[in-house]
């Protein structure tokens, strides 16, 4: 059909969900307290008071769930495993039901012809690690290293594709810098820190994981296309910062082995009196991956701005004189973001120019638009929008594969309507709708048209 990109054999088309997200039973089979339940029981932090206590319920219905994924025709489901579940305390006794739990997913999965594809961390870090100091110090990326062993040596031999962190930019800066997300912290240094510990425990998994034979590998980042809000010297300048800040600070280490040369520009005396850096880190970090997962939602607009805070014990690492501003005449998604598939192209082709031979093959392992959906009397959910989204980012992500960019996969963000961080449920993603009160599931218009697409590639159907 005309209508839809056509992909390669052999193309990857997937869902994805979040532990935290979607599970709920946040309190069953020995599973530890996270951040995000910390956070999200503290009052004023999420919208509506809400929490992942039960979220999606699919702790209890996920036979329900990979049906569905079964009638989507997906080929691969992406989802993350909650660290708390496994290692209630964050070290020390792993929990046998938490690990159960996986199990059956994954054994569910396979009867259903859909490969499984594991996040190991989805930014539910156990609150007794944070107790003692989160990502900050070292000691938690060593315990994410044995968490991993864990998981590993009981799921290796059935998920062929394992992914170590998902987004550390949220985790290291909204979590830690801007205070948006767990554990809501505003810090110069300790988000730094956090930044490289993430990097570090992801470099420590990827040894545990090699040593369990698993087949892929890979980390995923949440990159932007940050554009200049003009073109002026201080703008392009700005976008500099930017740049460093959203992309280099993770790419460069993993993909070049060294820290970005703009750093100092960046972060200043947050960075050039650093202690958290030790030698053989950049080797650790900078082993090779089968594959790069590219999140990504929306262009970024980037303006000039003075430093909110002078003094450098006061200021967070995301002061970096920089602004985000609108980008003007395209239309904006619910979370208010703007819709620019041009800039998903540029994105993934950059990406190609500045790493070469060092870029892994990619896999798109989020993409998606929340929407204020429409549901019509008889029950249909009509996600015009939603539709539109998914139509041109994956024709835009064909332009990108065209230009030279090895892709090899690709999974819609996300399956179902679900907990939205601080945003509570007051935000839809889902091709699937929940409704909260009865967990009703109802598959979206998206949710048909991307079967369809699934179903008119090549050698389908």
Not at 318 to 343: F, I, K, Q, S
Not at 389 to 409: E, N
């Amino acid at each position: 059909m005309t209508d839809f990109p056509a992909f390669p054999p052999g193309f990857v088309f997937g869902a994805a969900t979040a532990s935290y997200q979607i599970e709920g039973a946040a309190r069953e089979d020995g599973r530890g307290p996270s951040i995000w339940d910390t956070y999200s029981h503290t009052p004023g932090l999420v919208a509506g008071g809400d929490t992942g206590d039960v979220a999606c319920d699919h702790y209890h219905r996920y036979p329900q769930d990979v049906a569905l994924l079964r009638d989507l025709g997906v080929d691969s489901y992406r989802f993350s495993i909650a660290w708390p579940r496994i290692v209630p305390d964050g070290s020390g006794p792993v929990n046998p039901k938490g690990l159960d739990f996986y199990s059956r997913l994954v054994d569910e999965l396979l009867a259903a012809g859909i490969e499984p594809a594991a996040t190991l961390y989805h930014w539910d870090l156990p609150q007794a690690l944070e107790d003692r100091g989160g990502w900050r110090v070292r000691a938690t990326a060593e315990r994410f290293a044995e968490y991993t062993a864990a998981v590993a040596a009981h799921l290796s031999d059935r998920v062929p594709r394992w992914i170590t962190l998902n987004e550390p930019w949220c985790s290291a800066f909204l979590g830690y810098s801007i205070g948006r997300h767990a554990p809501g912290a505003r810090e110069g240094r300790g988000a730094l820190a956090a930044a490289h510990h993430l990097l570090v425990g992801h470099g420590l998994a990827v040894r545990e994981l090699r040593a369990a034979g698993v087949r892929e590998v890979g980390i995923t980042l949440n990159l932007d296309r940050n554009l200049p809000a003009t073109g002026s010297a201080a703008d392009l300048a700005a976008v500099v910062r930017a740049d460093t800040q959203h992309n280099l600070v993770w790419t460069e280490p993993l993909l070049a082995g060294r820290y970005p040369d703009t750093e100092e520009d960046t972060w200043g005396e947050l960075i050039t009196g650093q202690d958290f850096r030790r030698d053989g880190d950049l080797e650790l970090i900078s082993q090779p991956l089968d594959f790069l997962g590219v999140n990504y939602y929306r262009p970024i607009v980037v303006a000039d701005a003075p430093l909110r805070e002078a003094d450098p014990a006061l200021r967070t690492a995301t002061d970096n004189r920089y602004a985000e501003t609108r980008l003007p005449g395209v239309r904006h998604t619910a979370m208010d973001w703007p819709v620019a598939p041009d800039t998903f192209t540029d994105l993934l082709v950059s990406l190609k120019r500045q790493y070469g031979r060092a870029l892994p093959p990619v896999h798109i392992t989020e993409n998606g638009s929340a929407e204020n959906d429409a549901v019509s009397a008889d029950g249909a959910v009509h996600d015009d929008d939603r539709v539109a989204y998914l139509r041109d980012h994956l024709a835009a992500l064909r332009a990108a594969m065209d230009a030279g960019v090895d892709v090899r996969g690709y999974y819609v963000w996300s399956l179902l309507d679900n907990f939205e961080w601080a945003f509570g449920y007051d935000r839809r993603f889902g091709i699937v709708r929940v409704d909260y009160d009865t967990q009703r599931r109802t598959p979206k218009d998206s949710y048909h048209w991307y079967r369809k697409m699934i179903a008119a590639q090549p050698g389908r159907g």
